[in-house]
């Protein structure tokens, strides 16, 4: 705290949203009063709770005297001691924020695309405050799995984070392997269920999960990664035909977020993967989340839990909300930005993985030579191959060893411009197994 600053003898806390999210913060703010005060030593007050509009229908009753549609006015308040933003979007989230910081309020938000797209802006004001910024919520749900980045693996070299982090895509992918149902029919039955939005193009086209890997990457290597640096694939393209080839190999096919250092470089992707079904996140399945992660001394842990909805990620919040409370009692602060490694991010194509590749080709003498033959151009090796059918129904099956994503890409264009090649009819990456 500031010179001047004492010991608050109550912690006073403003909501700012009061939709799916903020409407379970607030109504465990309620609730679990005295449990939280007997956590954070000190009665914890609910002082206002910011909404767009005051006649809304909502899903908990909040006393009319605490809703407020000035935002604005709410954060710069001075006996306002922490923030939870769960609006989301950009703005006017970046600027209440800030206001908040500078206005002496520790923060805890939800914002996973505001983190992913100016985080640097935000830590450096909580730097200059001398407040918290704490963001726990803002991927996978109640999945605690920054702070275990943060704090729990601090003293150890993460070398490799695998998540399934967005929850409406892998229901999709969940549904088309347990049922052969196709991408529109399974993302329909999604929309039904309310796992999915009206326009899911945010989940599907993989921009949740992107700016969710850039946060992971950014804690787990200690250098600042932006949404705009995260290799990104949605699941729109992804067909029955590429579950079932999957089935064949014995894997399943999820959108993956993956983080990875390599040649002390950070590399960061969202794109869907055949896993092999022997892999800890291949049974994961409809909404839920779990994330993967590798480091030196620790070895390999997984955290899986549900990874999106009120409730979960209310319980996120106010997690993080007991402990800003707690520093702000202590006249201190957590950990902020650790970006000291400022390693460089590698682009996509210098990226090693695998590929399955399925080709419609002529049945005849020399093609599978000729096919080979495109792979050792681009010094590129060939872990398995199959030829399924014969005559027009030809079709070869080839799965990769490692290689450069720049490589592999190279190896499917000239595969295509082929004469013997009809056509070139799934493209997926595989990670996860042995090579």
Request: charged letters at 25%.
């Amino acid at each position: 705290m500031g010179e001047g600053d004492k010991r608050p003898d109550r912690l006073r806390v403003a909501v700012l949203g009061c939709g799916s999210v903020g409407s379970q913060v607030v109504r465990l703010l309620t609730e679990q009063a005295g449990d939280l005060e007997a956590r954070v030593g000190a009665p914890v007050e609910l002082v206002g709770v910011a909404v767009r509009r005051l006649d809304a229908a909502r899903d908990v009753d909040v006393p009319a005297e605490l809703l407020t549609t000035d935002a604005a006015g709410l954060v710069s308040r001075d006996d306002v001691d922490v923030v939870v933003e769960v609006i989301g979007g950009i703005e006017p989230a970046r600027s209440l924020i800030l206001s908040a910081l500078d206005h002496g309020a520790s923060v805890v938000t939800a914002n996973k695309a505001l983190l992913a797209e100016d985080g640097p802006t935000l830590f450096e004001a909580a730097e200059k405050a001398d407040r918290d910024l704490y963001y726990e919520a803002a991927v996978a749900g109640a999945i605690p799995i920054l702070r275990p980045l943060r704090e729990s693996l601090a003293g150890d070299k993460v070398t490799r984070v695998l998540g399934i982090v967005n929850g409406t895509t892998n229901f999709i992918l969940d549904k088309m392997d347990s049922s052969g149902a196709g991408f529109s029919e399974a993302l329909e039955e999604a929309q039904e269920l309310g796992y999915a939005e009206a326009d899911p193009t945010a989940d599907v086209e993989g921009f949740d999960a992107a700016a969710k890997a850039a946060i992971l990457a950014s804690l787990a290597f200690h250098s600042r990664v932006t949404a705009a640096d995260v290799y990104r694939e949605g699941i729109s393209e992804v067909t029955a035909a590429d579950v079932a080839s999957a089935r064949e190999m014995d894997s399943v096919v999820k959108l993956l977020a993956i983080c990875e250092l390599r040649d002390e470089r950070v590399a960061a992707r969202v794109h869907p993967a055949m896993i092999p079904r022997s892999h800890p996140l291949a049974s994961v399945r409809e909404a839920y989340n779990a994330v993967f992660v590798e480091s030196e001394a620790a070895g390999q842990l997984m955290f899986y839990g549900p990874g999106a909805g009120g409730s979960p990620t209310a319980s996120a919040v106010l997690g993080d909300l007991v402990t800003v409370a707690r520093n702000r009692l202590a006249d201190t602060r957590g950990a902020g930005e650790s970006a000291y490694a400022d390693r460089a991010v590698l682009p996509m194509g210098e990226t090693r993985t695998r590929y399955h590749v399925a080709l419609d080709v002529d049945d005849r003498s020399g093609v599978l030579a000729a096919v080979a033959t495109a792979f050792a151009e681009q010094d590129v090796s060939i872990q398995t191959v199959r030829q399924e059918g014969r005559g027009a129904d030809a079709q070869l099956v080839v799965v990769s060893h490692a290689a450069t994503d720049a490589a592999l890409s190279a190896t499917v264009e000239h595969l295509r411009a082929m004469d013997i090649v009809r056509e070139v009819t799934s493209v997926m990456r595989v990670e996860g197994g042995d090579e």
